[in-house]
Nanobody
Framework: QVQLVESGGGLVQPGGSLTLSCAAT????????MAWYRQSPGKQRKLVAR???????YLSDDVKGRFTISTDGAKNMVYLQMNSLKFEDTGVYYC?????????WGQGTQVTVSS
C-alpha cells in the first residue's frame, strides 16, 4: 500500500528557509516520479518541483534558484529545500508520486511565510 506523509511545514519570515520531508512507503523510487505541489489560498494546486528516477529535476519558474528537490532512496524520502522564502510561497505543500501508472498524494503540510 502506497503512503506519503509530509512533515516540516511551519511559520517562517520572508527570506527564511524550511525543508519539507516526505516519507514514502510502498514505492520503489527507481520506478517513480516524485513531486511537490503547492495550493495557495484561493488558487489551484500547482506543480512546484519534480524529480525523475534518473535524477533529473524540474522546478517551476517562480522557485528556480531558491528551491531544491532531492531524494534519499535508501530512506525512501523526498525533500524540498526552500530558501529565500517569499509571501507568495505560502500554501499547503503536497507530496505527490506517479508510480506504476497511478498517482498518489500525501495529506499536505502548511507553510506560512509572514512577518
Amino acid at each position: 500500500q502506497v503512503q506519503l506523509v509530509e512533515s516540516g511545514g511551519g511559520l517562517v519570515q520572508p527570506g527564511g528557509s524550511l525543508t519539507l520531508s516526505c516519507a514514502a512507503t510502498g514505492i520503489r523510487f527507481t520506478s517513480a516520479v516524485m513531486a511537490w505541489y503547492r495550493q495557495s489560498p484561493g488558487k489551484q494546486r500547482k506543480l512546484v518541483a519534480r524529480i525523475f528516477s534518473s535524477g533529473t529535476t524540474y522546478l517551476s519558474d517562480d522557485v528556480k534558484g531558491r528551491f531544491t528537490i532531492s531524494t534519499d532512496g535508501a530512506k525512501n524520502m523526498v525533500y524540498l529545500q526552500m530558501n529565500s522564502l517569499k509571501f507568495e510561497d505560502t500554501g499547503v505543500y503536497y507530496c505527490n508520486s506517479v508510480y506504476i501508472s497511478s498517482q498518489y498524494w500525501g495529506q499536505g503540510t502548511q507553510v506560512t511565510v509572514s512577518s
